[in-house]
């Protein structure tokens, strides 16, 4: 079945890879992307969706530490796959192409391992951390492929990795709609309204690497603002409060929120010059939840940084 680039939107959703009772089971509240799909059998292992983020994506072969990339902006879907032994790497990939092209997707690029760069390019671009992703650099191949924006789609890019581990094919996805960021900047005044009337805010402005309290560098306008905040009340004193989405254990989402947390402090201590003894941190996980975590929108209000009057 093919369907045009300018096809109705519920046609190109109604599509998927074949699909059969798989040997594992998707992660909690994860899905395929809606115009790619999954090799069959596969089964969702990562599943990260940002509603504004970077990636890079290579369109090229990569030796030292340079090559040909596209940098790219808007929503964001990283998804990691694994599957028992079985097909070969070299049939995944070229099933995702086909669906690709059947999909409307012009191909940028596709290389197997020596011809991509075989070291260098495997450390060159982005891999979603192991487990969930696991690349063998004899045996993988990759390909880039976009689509031009049409009615009801935006511009999209993706990127497939396939490779292989103790026999079980490994599938990253990483795609990018083109779409242009809300804004959802809250200042120092808006923050301080938020705390003298509900005794906290959640910012949104704060982001971090996936499944990592490494905070990203776009997050320095919301530390500024808490910053700002904190110096022009100089007796108030706050608890940074993470917060995350259901996808995983309820342990490790624990600690992956204290962490993240605890970096926050860090930043206003080193970075913005905040007395320590101003700030505290702690994690809830998903335990306190703003929104159904079987959504994508849910999921994003889930994921936040809270500021909170002890």
Not at 102 to 129: H, M, N, S, T
Not at 184 to 208: C, K, P
Request: hydrophobic share 40%; aromatic share 6%; glycine share 10%.
């Amino acid at each position: 079945m093919r369907s045009s680039m300018l096809a109705p939107l519920a046609l190109m959703l109604a599509l998927a890879l074949p699909a059969i009772a798989t040997a594992g089971t998707d992660r909690p509240g994860s899905a395929d992307h809606p115009r790619i799909g999954r090799f069959e059998g596969a089964w969702i292992v990562a599943h990260d969706v940002r509603d504004f983020d970077a990636y890079t994506l290579p369109v090229g072969p990569i030796k030292g530490k340079t090559g040909p990339s596209v940098a790219l902006e808007g929503r964001v879907f990283r998804i990691g796959y694994k599957q028992d032994p079985g097909p070969s790497v070299l049939e995944v990939a070229r099933n995702f192409e086909n669906r690709l092209v059947e999909r409307g997707f012009e191909i940028l690029f596709k290389c197997d391992a020596k011809a991509c760069g075989g070291y260098d390019f495997r450390y060159g671009i982005e891999v979603l951390p192991s487990p969930h992703m696991v690349v063998d650099l004899s045996h993988f191949r990759y390909l880039a492929a976009r689509s031009p924006a049409a009615e009801g789609v935006p511009e999209t890019y993706v990127s497939v990795l396939v490779s292989v581990n103790n026999r079980k094919v490994r599938t990253q996805v990483i795609a990018v709609e083109r779409e242009a960021m809300a804004d959802r900047m809250i200042d120092a005044a808006a923050m301080a309204e938020g705390i003298a009337v509900e005794g906290r805010i959640a910012l949104y402005g704060i982001q971090f690497d996936y499944d990592s309290a490494a905070i990203k560098p776009s997050s320095e306008p919301s530390l500024a603002e808490i910053a700002k905040l904190l110096k022009a009340t100089p007796d108030l004193e706050v608890v940074i409060v993470g917060h995350t989405d259901s996808q995983g254990s309820l342990d490790y989402n624990m600690g992956l929120s204290q962490r993240r947390a605890a970096a926050v402090v860090d930043a206003l201590v080193k970075q913005h010059g905040i007395a320590r003894g101003r700030l505290s941190s702690g994690g809830v996980g998903y335990l306190a939840p703003v929104g159904s975590n079987r959504t994508e929108e849910g999921r994003a209000l889930n994921r936040r940084v809270e500021l909170i009057e002890p």
